[in-house]
């Protein structure tokens, strides 16, 4: 059984850089989604989101696809995205 690297990288204090799941407060044109950004992990955690460079058409995708999402989260009842994101 192998331990996932960002467990071992805060227990090793290894230093590594994971990706780590996290709500997303506009970043990339969308707010309220969760992305798997990367960050520097290590013992005192994961530290701030390392910088991303996307092309067009990447952000054309990621675009595309948090719009799918916000549209889901939407249609289901009670619940609106701000909402959402804390469970």
Do not use: K, N, Q
Request: aromatic letters at 2%; one cysteine or more; proline letters at 8%.
């Amino acid at each position: 059984c192998r331990t996932p690297r960002s467990v071992d990288a805060i227990g090793t204090d290894g230093r590594r850089v994971v990706p780590v799941p996290d709500t997303v407060g506009g970043e990339f044109g969308h707010g309220d989604v969760s992305l798997s950004l990367p960050r520097l992990v290590g013992a005192g955690g994961a530290g701030s989101v390392l910088p991303v460079s996307l092309s067009d058409d990447e952000l054309g995708a990621l675009a595309h696809r948090g719009a799918c999402l916000e549209r889901t989260l939407r249609r289901r009842p009670g619940c609106a995205p701000a909402a959402c994101s804390t469970r």
